[in-house]
């Protein structure tokens, strides 16, 4: 069964603190695995996309990496302002039709102090 | 430019009644995806569609619908509401069905069932 586990749940900073959240994964064949953004009470905000084992992305304070069983998002220097709940999720391919939804970990809430 | 647009934002509906949430694509986006957050859990895919037509659904009771019109707004449609069907609904635009193509999320309908 295709899965996601998040790690960890919650995770507490002061600014300037770098850490890192872990998404561990389980799929048949993976399309692709993403990263999303959410503020409480509002929709998941795209971050990353990433396809294959080695593969980097970054974006201001944040990095995420891809290994063939876990993606790594890097935060360096986190301000008050990246406080929010991380998701990752999986797409997997599904072969003889195609199937596009993702798989979501709980995420990971992350609360960073001033 | 417009991103995913839910409405309405918040709904309070008494159990056995029927709701409509209604969603509106990212201009050019052809699939829509429907999800379903409870609190302290990831979103979890209902369905899927394309081109007007059910490319996938997830694991959720037959009182769970949808529908896609011409110009690619969606429908989800939920019979008897029960306590448990409280939660955000999210709506995801791609513009293609499948592949590697991100999905983004719209804010969410907030639903409460009493």
């Known amino acids: 069964e295709d899965q996601v586990t998040q790690s960890p749940e919650a995770l507490r900073l002061q600014e300037g603190e770098s850490s890192s959240l872990n998404c561990s994964y389980t799929?048949?064949?993976?399309?692709?695995l993403f990263w999303y953004r959410q503020d409480p009470g509002k929709g998941p905000e795209f971050l990353f996309t990433?396809?294959?084992a080695g593969e980097e992305k970054e974006k201001e304070r944040l990095k995420a990496t891809l290994t063939k069983k876990e993606s790594f998002l890097h935060i360096t220097a986190p301000k008050p302002e990246d406080s929010a709940t991380y998701l990752c999720?999986?797409?997997?391919?599904?072969?003889?039709?195609?199937?596009?939804?993702?798989?979501f970990g709980k995420g990971t809430k992350l609360s960073v102090k001033p | 430019d417009a991103g995913v647009t839910q409405s309405p934002t918040h709904l309070i509906k008494t159990r056995g009644q029927h709701v409509t949430l209604r969603c509106s694509p990212i201009?050019?986006?052809?699939?829509v995806s429907w999800y379903q957050q409870v609190l302290g859990q990831g979103p979890q895919f209902i369905f899927q569609?394309?081109?007007?037509?059910?490319?996938g659904r997830g694991n959720f009771p037959d009182r769970f619908s949808a529908r896609q019109f011409p110009n690619y707004s969606s429908e989800l449609n939920v019979n008897a509401l029960l306590l448990g069907d409280s939660a955000l609904y999210l709506c995801?635009?791609?513009?293609?069905?499948?592949?590697?193509?991100?999905?983004?999320f719209g804010p969410g309908t907030r639903l409460t069932v009493t």
């Open positions: 995801a635009s791609s513009l293609r069905q499948g592949e590697n193509y991100e999905q983004y």
């Open positions: 799929v048949s064949g993976l399309r692709g």
């Open positions: 990433l396809y294959s």
């Open positions: 999720a999986v797409q997997a391919m599904v072969y003889g039709g195609s199937q596009g939804n993702l798989i």
């Open positions: 201009s050019g986006h052809k699939s």
């Open positions: 569609y394309y081109e007007k037509e059910e490319r």
